[in-house]
């Protein structure tokens, strides 16, 4: 009688350990799609405090705009990133990574305050970030992510109007309706699209 109950028993013990073992192997799935599509990273911001890309996916989509001090065209686009983080704040995280190196990082917090930019400025002064998303050093470089960290735009260079197109993109990616296109006029340096350090 002892054989056949210990065997009823390790019969049920079986299944129950695959019956776990198959709930275990479905968390860890739906735990690997909660994850993003795209390596994290961390960098300290020019106010000090740090940002964590995965944790900003967390909230949602992430554009991410790298330029420089000693890049005129991002000095152009600059402005309308920070226009576009504050009109979109809660909605869309705005990081704009400033690549400048070591010698001229001093320059940047005291740059961003004398305009009044509010955007979230990580420091990637070792040039990491660039090189872990094989961007180079031609500037202004933006991409945009959706909240499960797929590339959905990638832009390179700046001329007039080009914060128009990033609008467009931005509002589809949140399902809003698109923005009318604003008049420009023309620019003596419409044709000055991107900076490359040299």
């Not at 065997?7 to 993003?36: E, S, Y």
């Not at 600059?78 to 979109?88: G, M, R």
């Not at 296109?181 to 000055?192: H, N, P, R, V, Y």
Request: aromatic share 8%.
């Amino acid at each position: 009688m002892i054989s056949r109950y210990g065997t009823r028993l390790a019969g049920a013990i079986g299944v129950l350990a695959i019956w776990g073992f198959m709930m275990v192997a479905a968390a860890n799935a739906a735990m690997a799609q909660d994850k993003p599509n795209v390596a994290n990273w961390k960098l300290k911001c020019a106010d000090g405090k740090q940002v964590d890309f995965h944790e900003e996916l967390a909230k949602g989509p992430v554009l991410v705009s790298f330029w420089a001090l000693w890049c005129k065209p991002c000095l152009k686009e600059l402005p309308h990133i920070d226009k576009l983080a504050q009109e979109y704040e809660g909605k869309l995280s705005v990081l704009a990574v400033n690549i400048d190196n070591s010698r001229s990082i001093a320059k940047v917090r005291p740059y961003l305050s004398s305009k009044d930019y509010k955007v979230r400025v990580p420091l990637d002064t070792s040039g990491d970030l660039q090189r872990q998303l094989q961007i180079g050093s031609v500037v202004p470089f933006l991409i945009l992510y959706d909240s499960d960290g797929s590339e959905v735009y990638r832009h390179v260079g700046y001329k007039e109007g080009d914060e128009h197109e990033l609008q467009q993109k931005v509002a589809a990616l949140l399902g809003s309706v698109e923005f009318p296109a604003e008049e420009t006029g023309s620019s003596e340096d419409a044709g000055e699209e991107a900076g490359s350090e040299g």
